[in-house]
T-cell receptor
Framework: GENVEQHPSTLSVQEGDSAVIKCTYSDSASNYFPWYKQELGKGPQLIIDIRSNVGEKKDQRIAVTLNKTAKHFSLHITETQPEDSAVYFCAARKSYSGAGSYQLTFGKGTKLSVIP | EADIYQTPRYLVIGTGKKITLECSQTMGHDKMYWYQQDPGMELHLIHYSYGVNSTEKGDLSSESTVSRIRTEHFPLTLESARPSHTSQYLC??????????????FGNGTRLTVT
């Protein structure tokens, strides 16, 4: 089945700096890659997602890049702010075709701390 | 603003008790899920449902059971709680779509402590 590795597990940055979180996946059939942000005491919330026909996607200070050949994708947060402090999860899933699981496989999470 | 609701938010209960964690969504989503989140943050899928009267076990073996009698409701039951069941339980839902590209919407979780 799919295996998603996420690095680093913890990340501290100064306010205003950029933060990058990287994920690799194992199943070349995966083609949907969402990122979730989990704030303390809340459930994860989708912040951005990318599909395999796109190499990069941006939404204000957040961007995700995908390299299907290398099977890795990354989350980039620019001009970080204290409210960006949270746990971030990457995930991968494939469309309905062929054998195997069609559920989201999550990375183990990255705890991001933005220091004011 | 949450469209998926979990109750209770916190529950402390003694060993051997039967408990039901409630999850309801108002989005009309066909698919619903239960995840167990350990203290190290990792999310483990324990149950999912593709629609009414459909339930499947997830990747992580769990002694809990689920039911899906109504589209909007997906309760999780532990017949006899044990300290090993202490965890955060997250419910989620998503639309059914042909490409399987719909995002998950999570509730805020139930933090269960079994003493």
């Amino acid at each position: 089945g799919e295996n998603v590795e996420q690095h680093p597990s913890t990340l501290s940055v100064q306010e205003g700096d950029s933060a990058v979180i990287k994920c690799t996946y194992s199943d070349s059939a995966s083609n949907y890659f969402p990122w979730y942000k989990q704030e303390l005491g809340k459930g994860p919330q989708l912040i951005i997602d990318i599909r395999s026909n796109v190499g990069e996607k941006k939404d204000q200070r957040i961007a995700v890049t995908l390299n299907k050949t290398a099977k890795h994708f990354s989350l980039h947060i620019t001009e970080t702010q204290p409210e960006d402090s949270a746990v971030y999860f990457c995930a991968a899933r494939k469309s309905y075709s062929g054998a195997g699981s069609y559920q989201l496989t999550f990375g183990k999470g990255t705890k991001l701390s933005v220091i004011p | 603003e949450a469209d998926i609701y979990q109750t209770p938010r916190y529950l402390v209960i003694g060993t051997g008790k039967k408990i039901t964690l409630e999850c309801s969504q108002t989005m009309g989503h066909d698919k619903m899920y239960w995840y167990q989140q350990d203290p190290g943050m990792e999310l483990h899928l324990i149950h999912y449902s593709y629609g009414v009267n459909s339930t499947e076990k997830g990747d992580l073996s769990s002694e809990s059971t689920v039911s899906r009698i109504r589209t909007e409701h997906f309760p999780l039951t532990l017949e006899s709680a044990r300290p090993s069941h202490t965890s955060q339980y997250l419910c989620a839902s998503s639309r059914g779509d042909r490409q399987n590209n719909s995002p998950l919407h999570f509730g805020n979780g139930t933090r269960l402590t079994v003493t």
